[in-house]
C-alpha cells in the first residue's frame, strides 16, 4: 500500500506540464485531466509557477489560494473576492482592501498579456 507522505497544491498549467511528460503512458482518466488542463490553461506552466510565487511572497496569500487564481484568473474584483472568501479564513478589509485586490488584478492582468504576446509571436 502507498502512502502519501505530503502535499501541495499546483495548479493547471502545472497540471498540463507534468502529464505532458508522460503523454504515451496515460490511463484514460488521466487522458480526461491532461484534455481538461490543456483547455483550460490560462498561463503557461513558468509563468503560473512565477505568478503563484509572487502572490504567496507579495500578497500575503496561502499557496491554495494562489492556485486557485492561477486558475480562474479573475479580472473583476468580485470575482477575485470570491475566490478568496472560499477558503478558511474571512476576507478582512484590512488584509483584502479594494487597493490590494487591485494590485492583485494588475499582476494577473500583466501576466495574462505576456502571455498574449507569446501566443502572437
Do not use: W
Not at 21 to 27: A, D, F
Not at 94 to 102: A, V
Amino acid at each position: 500500500m502507498k502512502k502519501i507522505l505530503s502535499s501541495t497544491p499546483i495548479s493547471i498549467p502545472e497540471v498540463k506540464e507534468l502529464l505532458s511528460r508522460k503523454q504515451q503512458e496515460l490511463t484514460p482518466l488521466q487522458t480526461r485531466v491532461y484534455n481538461y488542463a490543456t483547455s483550460f490553461s490560462k498561463l503557461s506552466p513558468d509563468a503560473a509557477k512565477k505568478l503563484i510565487s509572487e502572490l504567496v511572497e507579495n500578497h500575503g496569500l496561502q499557496r491554495d489560494e494562489a492556485c486557485q487564481i492561477v486558475n480562474i484568473c479573475p479580472t473583476t474584483i468580485e470575482e477575485l473576492r470570491t475566490i478568496l472568501s472560499g477558503y478558511k479564513r474571512l476576507v478582512s478589509t484590512i488584509l483584502f482592501s479594494d487597493e490590494k485586490l487591485n494590485e492583485i488584478l494588475q499582476l494577473i492582468k500583466q501576466y495574462l498579456a505576456m502571455e498574449a504576446k507569446i501566443e502572437e509571436t
